[in-house]
């Protein structure tokens, strides 16, 4: 079974600072890995994802992450927080290849949330 | 850029109450999802759906959950009599093709009194 491991369940980091949310997985296989963001009483919104193209996966808002094999990673990184980016961030799995006529579940981390300060 | 609609977004029934939680997936999507998430906890798989049958279910969906597409655009998730621990935000997704493709809803909030 699949799993991802978020490290740290809150982060708070200066406004400018750089912003890392770190994730770990568990697959015997490389997986499909997502970033998904949830802002206060909202959805889900797709960040990033890596699909076995390039190892370094840019999204939106500012936000990149780079697939690591060998440390079975894929942390989320800005440059330079901004007070809009506090959020819940979730990383999320799921198998590489398309199984059940193309239909994937999503299994997500613990979810980490984001604190900017002023 | 096409959505995926949830409705209502916020619900409140008492337990043992029937309850149905309706989704508008995008329309040239074939898989169709719920998922739910706890107040405070991580996003749980339910159980996903294509060419009008279940494709996969967790432990979660058990007999007092069932899913169906009545009209070839809504996505309906039943409780048949809700629990105080079915409190929590249910989302919506559709996708063209696995999990490469996922649209969320913005998601519907069960309060179960």
């Known amino acids: 079974a699949q799993s991802v491991t978020q490290l740290g369940s809150h982060v708070s980091v200066s406004e400018g600072a750089l912003v890392l949310l770190r994730c770990n997985y568990s697959?015997?296989?490389?997986?499909?890995l997502f970033w998904y963001v949830q802002y206060p009483n909202q959805g889900l919104q797709l960040l990033l994802k890596y699909t076995s193209a390039a190892t370094l996966v840019k999204g939106i808002n500012g936000f990149e992450a780079e697939f690591k094999k060998s440390e079975t990673s894929f942390h989320l990184t800005k440059p330079s927080a901004h007070m809009s980016d506090a959020a819940e961030y979730f990383c999320?799995?799921?198998?590489?290849?398309?199984?059940?006529?193309?239909?994937?579940?999503?299994?997500f981390g613990t979810g980490t949330r984001l604190t900017i300060i002023p | 850029e096409p959505e995926v609609t949830q409705t209502p977004s916020h619900q409140v029934t008492q337990m043992g109450q029937e309850v149905i939680l309706r989704c508008v997936p995008i329309?040239?999507?074939?898989?169709f999802y719920w998922y739910r998430q706890i107040l405070g906890q991580k996003v749980e798989f339910l159980v996903s759906f294509y060419n009008n049958e279940i494709s996969e279910k967790s432990e979660i969906f058990d007999d007092q959950f069932s899913v169906e597409r009545p009209d070839g655009s809504n996505f309906t998730l039943k409780i048949r009599s809700t629990k105080l621990e079915d409190s929590a935000m249910y989302f919506c997704?559709?996708?063209?093709?696995?999990?490469?493709?996922?649209?969320f809803g913005s998601g519907t909030r069960l309060t179960v009194v």
């Open positions: 697959s015997s296989v490389p997986p499909y």
């Open positions: 999320a799995v799921s198998p590489p290849y398309i199984s059940n006529f193309g239909n994937e579940k999503l299994t």
């Open positions: 329309s040239n999507h074939l898989y």
């Open positions: 997704a559709s996708s063209r093709w696995g999990a490469n493709g996922y649209t």
